[in-house]
């Protein structure tokens, strides 16, 4: 049943009773302690967009020079976060795929409710709900004549609730939507946190597309009022960043230091990354980039911000979690198998060698390529934090240099971005956020490279407005003809082709999920 009383009204149903009353008053509790600063942090993004629109460039901050030259470090972190070496992701709201990433062998399994997950209600209320069942190690389910349960071992369980910049539109608190990531962060501590701790974990999360350390600062008051009002001890949550904004890069010192009571370290998001400095310098020429396949962790700028992610990192005691092996292996073409595990095995390589504690991949088939690399690089060590990498002098300029990325843009290019972003957005629309496109796992990430790096070739005329639309029909005509595909595309075309760059594709495409009822 939906909920109403006079502070909230829930406008969806939830047969299942997963919204209890407790996680609803910790909600609401959240939204009107922190919905003002959230709100007003926002509005200091636009401020900020619109000074580098205007010719301002980031750096390090004067302000917090202090933090950064300080001798401090974050406070311990628990036992069953101490080895990360390989972390799988997957979506939340999927029951299959949550049972499959538990048993994948990796260390910790990420529960996303954001960029892998269309945010649809059944997402988010059975993604709690699947969450829940997992703690309790009662989930299973019979799906293709297969029967999937829980094995004996199982990866930690991180979550990741949705950023700041989103709202959860079936929820109003006073009148008010209420902010996504609040309502999925106080939901699944209300529900989980004593479950948790009497099983020796506990409550443990990914903060996804931060741009500063204010909005660090935010999420340690919201972890402090939450773990007050549930009767935690302060430092019970713990949180990993993901460094996937060219803004907060500038700030991985500070956003560590204040989460440093709950802090668990910082992911190099590189997908994101890509993406934000593409939204971030749109109208400068000399960020534009070549195609999205070229754009490797191994060009210049890329390679800088890594490079500073784990000197940051282990300088201050806290692990460096390297980015996503989007490669999804081919279970009928060995050839295709073959270059993709050794895409992933070089990537590997190259995150062992350079420090990170960890990294991510996106399917469970890749874990013993992923494990085999950090194995050789640990040995019996739980990680690497003992390698501070004082060898790296990450300058501005450094993070800066998109200019030398190699490569160059073509047709070709604009034609795998336009297949990719439309089928992407049409899976979106389907409920589907992690979906396999090209023997690749696209998430909202990627398929935001795809749509703003043509909305950048049009807005610099390094592409021609009337080929990239004579490419989206070609690409529609090769697509089913389905209502669906229509919808994918009117979304496509509103993020590629309108001149005022829009900030976030899923802020377009959450719409028409809305419209179509989910």
Known sequence: MSVARADLVVSAPDEAGVLTPEALDLVVALEREFRGRREELLLARADRQARIDAGELPDFL????????????????????????????????????????????????????????????????????????????????????????????VAVLLVRPRGWHLQERHVEVDGKHVSAGL???????????????????????????????????????????AQDQLGLPHGTVKATVLIETVLAAFEMDEILYELREHSAGLNAGRWDYIFSVIKKFRDRPEFVLPDRALVTMTVP?????????????????????????????????????EIALAKVREDKQRESGDGFDGTWVAHPDLVPTAMSEFDAALGERPNQLERLREDVSTQTADLLNVAATPGEITEAGVRANVSVGIRYVAAWLQGVGAAAIDNLMEDAATAEISRSQIWQWIRHGRVDRADVERIIREVMAEL???????????????????????????????????????
């Open 62 to 153: 004067e302000s917090t020079r202090s933090v950064r030259e300080g001798d401090w470090r974050i406070a311990p972190v628990p036992a069953d976060l101490q080895d990360r070496r390989v972390e799988i992701t997957g979506p939340a709201g999927d029951r299959k795929m949550v049972v499959n990433a538990f048993n994948s062998g990796a260390r910790i399994y990420m529960a996303d409710f954001e960029d892998a997950n269309s945010p649809t209600w059944a997402n988010v209320v059975g993604g709690q709900q699947n969450l829940t069942d997992a703690i309790e190690r009662t989930i299973s389910l019979e799906s293709g004549g297969k029967s999937y349960a829980l094995n004996d071992e």
């Open 183 to 225: 309502f999925d962060f106080g939901v699944y501590l209300s529900r989980n946190a004593e479950r948790l701790l009497e099983r020796g974990t506990g409550p443990y999360f990914y903060l996804p597309k931060l741009e500063n350390h204010l909005e660090a600062r935010l999420w340690n008051d919201v972890f402090c009022f």
């Open 301 to 337: 700028f890329m390679r800088a911000y890594t490079e500073l992610l784990v000197r940051t990192c282990h300088r201050r005691g806290a692990h460096a979690i390297g980015g996503m092996a989007a490669f999804i292996p081919s279970r009928r073409d060995p050839e295709v198998n």
């Open 480 to 518: 089913p003809d389905e209502p669906v595909y229509r919808e994918a595309e009117e979304v496509f075309e509103k993020v590629t082709l309108e001149p005022v760059f829009v900030e976030f594709l899923t802020l377009t495409a959450y719409g028409q999920l809305l419209r179509d009822g989910a």
